[in-house]
DNA sequence: AGGTTAAACAACCGAAAGGTTGATAAATGA
DNA sequence: TCATTTATCAACCTTTCGGTTGTTTAACCT
C-alpha cells in the first residue's frame, strides 16, 4: 500500500516534538479530553490543542463528541503506516545488495516513496 | 531503553520531508556522494547538502572521505530506534477500549478501528 | 604550480512552527 | 435565562526551515 508522501509529510513531522509524543503515549491508555491532555504540560492549553490539531491532521488521533468535551482518540493506523514506510528501508538494508532490493521494489530507479 | 527525546526529535522531524526520505530510499540501495544524491531534485546542490546535513544531525546517515567526495552511508539503527518508539504505543493499543472511554462514553459507537 | 572537481560555509529571504493573550462559540446545568 | 465549563478562533511575536546565490575549502590531476 502506498502512503502518500504528503501524509508521511505530516505524520513524521508531527511526531517530531516531544509535546505530542508524549499526547500519543497518554492517548495510548485511552482517550482524552483536550483539558486532561493538556494538564502535564506548562504550557497554555490553546498550545495544546493547537498540538492536537497537528496531531489530527495528521491523522494521528481522531476526535468524538461528548456533551462539551470533545475526546480524542490514537489512531493506530496510521502509526502502523509509518512503521511500514520505516520497515522498507531498514529491512533492505539487511541485505545490502541492490538485487534484494530491486526483488523487493520492483518501482523506479530514483527514489520514489 | 528511552531514546534520549531530542533524538526522537531530529530523528522524525528528518524524515518529515519528501526530499529527505528519497535520500533515505537511494541509500537503502548503498552509499553515494552528494552529487549523486542531488542529481533527482531540481533544488541546489547547496540545499541538499543541507538536507544531508540535517539526516547527519538526525544520525540517520553517516559520512566517510573518500579523495574528494565524502559518500553518505545510511545508519539503520536510528531506524529501528523509531521503530521501536511507534512500536510501543500502536501495540499497547489492541487492547485498550476500558479507562476513560467507557466512563465517559456509556454509549460508545466509534468503530475507529 | 595551476586548474578542476566535490562539497561546505555564509548571508540572506519568505514561509511555517510553536508559543502567547484575548475574544468567541457550544453545550450543560442551576 | 444565565453562568459555567470546554474548547476553538484570531492576532501577534519570535524562532526555525527550506530555499537561494555567492564564496571558500579540500583533494585530485596534469
Known amino acids: 500500500m502506498e502512503t502518500d508522501a504528503r501524509a508521511l509529510d505530516s505524520a513524521f513531522m508531527a511526531l517530531a516534538d516531544p509535546v505530542r509524543r508524549s499526547i500519543i503515549a497518554r492517548l495510548s491508555r485511552g482517550p482524552a479530553t483536550v483539558n486532561e491532555l493538556a494538564e ?31 475526546p480524542v ?23 545490502q545488495f541492490r538485487s534484494l532490493d530491486a526483488v523487493l521494489r520492483p518501482r523506479a530507479a530514483d527514489g520514489s516513496e
Do not use: C, M
Open 40 to 70: 502535564p504540560f506548562e504550557i497554555s492549553k490553546q498550545a495544546v490543542s493547537k498540538h492536537i490539531q497537528v496531531l489530527e491532521q495528521a491523522e494521528l488521533v481522531t476526535r468524538t463528541r461528548e456533551a462539551q468535551r470533545r
Open 73 to 95: 482518540h490514537l489512531n493506530p493506523a496510521r502509526l502502523e503506516a509509518l512503521t511500514a514506510w520505516i520497515d522498507q528501508y531498514r529491512l533492505v538494508r539487511e541485505g
